[in-house]
């Protein structure tokens, strides 16, 4: 099994920044992709940002030039930093990460529990 610990969330006022962390630890073979989605009240769960183990990054359309991925791959860690931040950004973040515990297994998806992002028109 595979923990997910996501930090960062929080109240900001439009066109401020954040700065969202996620740490994965427990039975982690190998990591492919570590990202982040979003799921705003009465929506969709939606993709916002992933990052692969080679380096590749993609982001929603929504979020393209004021969110940037990276991750620390050491530490098993995924950041999403935020910028420029709008009211419509406002959702619960969470963090996946797809991985595996051993060389002959599969990989697996992994989610974690969510942060609340608020931005304050």
């Known amino acids: 099994q595979v923990q997910l610990v996501e930090s960062g969330g929080g109240l900001v006022q439009a066109g401020g920044s954040l700065r969202l962390s996620c740490a994965a630890s427990?039975?982690?073979?190998?990591?492919?992709?570590m990202g982040w989605y979003r799921q705003a009240p009465g929506k969709q769960r939606e993709f916002v940002a992933a990052?692969?183990?080679?380096?590749?990054?993609n982001y929603a359309d929504s979020v393209k030039g004021r969110f940037t991925i990276s991750s620390d791959s050491a530490k098993n860690t995924v950041f999403l930093q935020m910028n420029s931040l709008k009211p419509e950004d406002t959702a619960v973040y969470y963090c996946?990460?797809?991985?595996?515990?051993?060389?002959?297994?599969?990989?697996?998806?992994?989610w974690g529990q969510g942060t609340q992002v608020t931005v304050s028109s």
């Open positions: 996946n990460v797809l991985s595996k515990g051993s060389w002959h297994e599969s990989f697996t998806d992994y």
């Open positions: 427990g039975a982690i073979f190998s990591i492919n992709v």
């Open positions: 990052r692969s183990s080679d380096g590749i990054t």
